[in-house]
């Protein structure tokens, strides 16, 4: 099959518009540089039933269109699109996907095995816990050419901070994983009054990297993840970084000076805070994740198309 003709359905939920939407978007962006024809379906709503009342609507979209392969970019978009009945199927697991229920977890199993084609993850230890026969590692990319350096006085009165330090925090505070309170009271057991608790959600895509570059710290307080975007972001603009041990943080930030791993209590995280700020300058992360570029991501991603649509998975 000829690439530049591939027919490509991302299939996705946006209800949280900073965190899947920016993901889904910059994905099929970089495979529509490649010559992929890339369309969208956005199951809109975050409760279970929105993807059950979806499959019928997707099922119909699916036959106007003559796509060569449906991808799924998380678990329950998924399910929706097994009962739509298209095949080859291709689903990606994110972080919300990896500390599932255990009904859950065997539901995904067993739709892995039986309705879907392939199956991507984001990180090695995704790939050891849920044990997928048909499936592989492929972090989501970065786009390097979104996050050029930026001056950092001029980041800063783009954003309107303070001449205070700032950390960052790159998430929706209702996402109960996403633990913002230890993030609050952590910044309450610093010995100085002098930082600033930003929070960053739901923000103009085309502003998040002025973001990056005005703060001093990017701070993840995370109960789980996956691979968090966040942490490849902050080391694209070169940012330190305080995180918990979710996902694979340790990885991304290894040998990285400025970036610290924290266990998740508040005592900990501030002395990890105090740390990273002290650093007082950028990191050399940006070189450190060249290995992430989008391009080379997206290289991977549509070998993976070809392989399951030849039948070779």
């Known amino acids: 099959m000829n690439k530049s003709k591939l027919k490509v359905l991302f299939v996705y939920s946006s209800h949280n518009i900073f965190a899947r939407k920016h993901l889904v978007t910059t994905q099929g ?3 529509q540089k490649r010559g992929v024809s890339v369309e969208y379906y956005d199951i809109s709503g975050n409760k279970w039933y929105t993807y059950l009342k979806h499959i019928k609507s ?56 039986l309705f879907w084609d392939y199956t991507i993850v984001k990180s090695p230890k995704m790939f050891n816990s849920l044990k997928i026969k048909k499936s592989e590692v492929i972090p989501n990319g970065i786009d390097f050419a979104r996050f050029n350096p930026i001056d950092r006085e001029i980041a800063r009165r783009q954003v309107g901070f303070s001449s205070s330090a700032h950390v960052l ?3 929706d505070p209702e996402r109960k994983e996403k633990n913002f309170d230890l993030a609050r009271e952590a910044l309450g057991h610093l010995d100085t009054d002098d930082v600033e608790l930003t ?95 989008v391009d080379y991501i997206s290289e991977r991603l549509l070998n993976t198309y070809q392989k399951v649509l030849s039948g070779k998975k």
């Open 169 to 171: 925090w790159v998430s």
């Open 199 to 293: 929070v960053v959600n739901n923000v103009e895509l085309d502003q998040v990297p002025f973001y990056y570059y005005a703060a001093d710290v990017l701070l993840v307080t995370s109960k789980w993840e996956g691979s968090p975007n966040v942490v490849k972001e902050a080391m694209a603009c070169s940012l330190p970084i305080v995180s918990t041990d979710v996902g694979d943080v340790i990885d991304i930030t290894k040998n990285t000076n400025g970036c610290y791993i924290t266990s998740a209590d508040p005592e900990s995280v501030a002395k990890a805070l105090e740390l990273a700020l002290s650093f007082g300058k950028r990191t050399n992360g940006r070189e450190k994740v060249k290995y992430l570029d």
């Open 29 to 31: 962006a970089s495979l």
């Open 58 to 113: 997707l099922r119909h979209f699916i036959k106007e269109h003559d796509f060569d392969l449906v991808h799924a970019q998380f678990g329950y978009s998924g399910f929706t699109c097994a009962f739509a009945h298209f095949r080859p199927l291709i689903v990606s697991l994110m972080g919300t996907d990896f500390r599932l229920e255990v009904a859950s977890s065997l539901l995904t199993r067993l739709f892995a095995k």
